[in-house]
């Protein structure tokens, strides 16, 4: 019955940042212009970008835990690299600087978002010394 939970939170997490992150696009592209104006306004847009990208990155991994198993973690070549290029062309379509502020903004997150999963799912090994092995001569 819990994985049955387990998998159900893991869909709706992954249709819920799916469904985000194309929102967070589109309000995006919508509002290009308005981005373009100032300095700050481009700053602004390259955060959110690296929120598109920790919804996008969510909405994947999530999608393949349900596929490969719920102890599927995501690897740095072909997800992370995937959604930050990703993410790194939608932002330049806006900016160019909003892509290079997208891409340290999605770094700085996804160090905070390793470092929280790892406090939540990292269970600690208690190491267990193995016993000397005595060897064929007897001790003096």
Same mark, same amino acid.
């Given at each position: 019955?819990s994985?049955?939970?387990? #998998? ?8 819920i ?5 194309? /929102? ?8 290009a ?10 700053l ?9 990208? $920790?919804?996008?990155?969510t ?5 393949e ?8 973690? @995501? ?12 993410? @790194?062309?939608a @932002?330049?379509?806006?900016h160019?600087?909003?892509?290079t #502020?997208s $891409? ?22 208690i %190491? /267990?010394? %193995? ?5 064929g001569?007897?001790?003096?």
């Open positions: 019955m994985a049955s939970i387990s #998998t159900k939170s893991t869909l709706i997490s992954s249709i940042s799916g469904i985000l992150s194309l /929102v967070i696009f589109a309000t995006l592209r919508f509002y212009q308005w981005f373009n104006d100032s300095q700050l306004n481009i602004f847009g390259g955060y959110l970008f690296s929120w598109l990208f $920790i919804l996008s990155l909405c994947l991994s999530n999608a835990m349900l596929i490969f198993g719920p102890d599927f973690q @995501a690897k740095l070549v072909p997800e992370i690299i995937l959604c930050l290029s990703l993410t @790194a062309a @932002a330049g379509v806006v160019r600087v909003c892509a #502020t $891409i340290i903004f999605s770094l700085v997150g996804l160090y905070f978002l390793n470092r929280i999963s790892s406090n939540y799912y990292n269970n600690a090994v %190491a /267990v010394d %193995a016993p000397l092995r005595k060897s001569k007897k001790y003096k």
